[in-house]
T-cell receptor
Framework: GDSVTQMEGPVTLSEEAFLTINCTYTATGYPSLFWYVQYPGEGLQLLLKATKADDKGSNKGFEATYRKETTSFHLEKGSVQVSDSAVYFCALTGANNLFFGTGTRLTVIP | DTAVSQTPKYLVTQMGNDKSIKCEQNLGHDTMYWYKQDSKKFLKIMFSYNNKELIINETVPNRFSPKSPDKAHLNLHINSLELGDSAVYFC?????????????FGEGSWLTVV
């Protein structure tokens, strides 16, 4: 079945460091891929998405590229800020459902 | 204007009680969902409705009963609450789910059973 495997955290970085959170997927057909973010005490917000192979989603300095050959959708940011501290979820659309990874907690320290 | 709104945001209740969480979306979406997030932040779908019809019903105790009076509302009723029901419950909505459509989430309802 469809599934998402996400890099386990927690991840702790200093401000302005480079961020990569790995995400790989297993799916039949051609799913869309998403990154959602959950800030402390809040709900889930869509961060970015990509709907087909080689698409790059980007938002707020974050980027992820849909790589069909490696079945990956890694999240990157060149310079993280303290305000990026949150839990990040990789997800894909399956039949009538959105399958989530286990989430990666990011803490950015000044 | 909140696109997906759910109430209450916080709920503390005793074991054995019955409680409901309400959800409304003003996005004109066809499909609504309930997700449960456990203490380890793991997200799992519970139910999905499309145009008021149940299309996903995961392995959830039958103490949990969703009700969709119209396609803009999907309420969750929980009978005989247990300690293990403590979690964050997220309502969400989307257009019919196919490639490219995004699921939008409410802010969550933090349920604590004592």
């Amino acid at each position: 079945g469809d599934s998402v495997t996400q890099m386990e955290g927690p991840v702790t970085l200093s401000e302005e460091a480079f961020l990569t959170i790995n995400c790989t997927y297993t799916a039949t057909g051609y799913p869309s891929l998403f990154w959602y973010v959950q800030y402390p005490g809040e709900g889930l917000q869509l961060l970015l998405k990509a709907t087909k192979a080689d698409d790059k989603g980007s938002n707020k300095g974050f980027e992820a590229t849909y790589r069909k050959e490696t079945t990956s959708f890694h999240l990157e940011k060149g310079s993280v800020q303290v305000s990026d501290s949150a839990v990040y979820f990789c997800a894909l659309t399956g039949a009538n459902n959105l399958f989530f990874g286990t989430g990666t907690r990011l803490t950015v320290i000044p | 204007d909140t696109a997906v709104s759910q109430t209450p945001k916080y709920l503390v209740t005793q074991m054995g009680n019955d409680k409901s969480i309400k959800c409304e979306q003003n996005l004109g979406h066809d499909t609504m969902y309930w997700y449960k997030q456990d203490s380890k932040k793991f997200l799992k779908i519970m139910f999905s409705y499309n145009n008021k019809e149940l299309i996903i019903n995961e392995t959830v105790p039958n103490r949990f009963s969703p009700k969709s009076p119209d396609k803009a509302h999907l309420n969750l009723h929980i009978n005989s609450l247990e300690l293990g029901d403590s979690a964050v419950y997220f309502c969400a909505s989307s257009l019919i789910l196919r490639s490219g459509n995004t699921i939008y989430f409410g802010e969550g309802s933090w349920l604590t059973v004592v």
